[in-house]
């Protein structure tokens, strides 16, 4: 581990591309408005401000704790250290899962940008290219250090950001013209299913902010810890 090797932004930007912004509404969208129906956008709100907590409390801990276990460090020094390596396991359980599940993904995404935008029929080839070329360049970025891996974060995390944020401002200017802009999503009575399928959603929304927690494992290598996480 390079000590005080990324800044504060990096270790942001590490956080926001393990949480992807732009997947999360993808992938969970038609999951969370299954249940939900049009009070998505509701149940993403909920999502943040139950999230908050935890994150806050990851903040507080890491900071009289600064370590690259986070959880695992922190249970066995609070509790015992055999509970401290099941949550060790766990996380690392998780990590593994995000890393293979990432490049899957990815040649998914691949297939559809074919044939969407270049008209190509996709199949198991453009998939497999898409997994192979996602994991080659995300080796190039990991390898070298943290500090590349920092930087191309923040890159790819403006980029990403900057995509949702023209999309959403294009869909807001559609329905202004239209005259079609109401609260109704914001409003859980309104759920598909009742507060029943906002629960249901509530799941998936969750889901969409799960990521944060890999900040805390970059604390030893964070310029000012104590303070950056």
């Known amino acids: 581990l390079k000590v005080g090797a990324i800044s504060g932004l990096g270790v942001a930007a590490l956080g926001a591309v393990m949480m992807a912004p732009a997947l999360g509404i993808y992938a969970n969208l038609p999951l969370i408005s299954a249940g939900a129906g049009k009070v998505a956008p509701a149940v993403f709100l909920i999502s943040l401000v139950l999230t908050l907590p935890t994150a806050f409390s990851y903040a507080v801990v890491s900071r009289e704790i600064p370590s690259a276990g986070a959880a695992y460090a922190w249970l066995s020094r609070a509790v015992n250290p055999a509970v401290g390596v099941w949550v060790g396991l766990l996380a690392a359980i998780t990590y593994l899962l995000a890393v293979i599940l990432q490049p899957i993904l990815f040649g998914l995404f691949f297939n559809e940008l074919l044939a969407a935008v270049f008209h190509i029929h996709p199949g198991y080839w453009s998939w497999m290219l898409g997994v192979v070329v996602s994991t080659v360049i995300v080796i190039f970025l990991a390898y070298p250090g943290i500090q590349i891996s920092a930087k191309a974060s923040i890159v790819l995390t403006v980029i990403e950001l900057g995509v949702v944020l023209a999309l959403s401002c294009t869909i807001l200017y559609v329905l202004l ?21 906002v629960f249901q959603g509530l799941i998936f929304g969750l889901l969409t902010f799960v990521g944060f927690g890999v900040i805390t494992t970059a604390a030893e290598e964070a310029h000012a810890p104590r303070s950056a996480i």
């Open 177 to 197: 013209r239209k005259g079609q802009i109401h609260f109704a999503p914001f409003n859980p009575a309104a759920s598909l299913h009742g507060f029943h399928g």
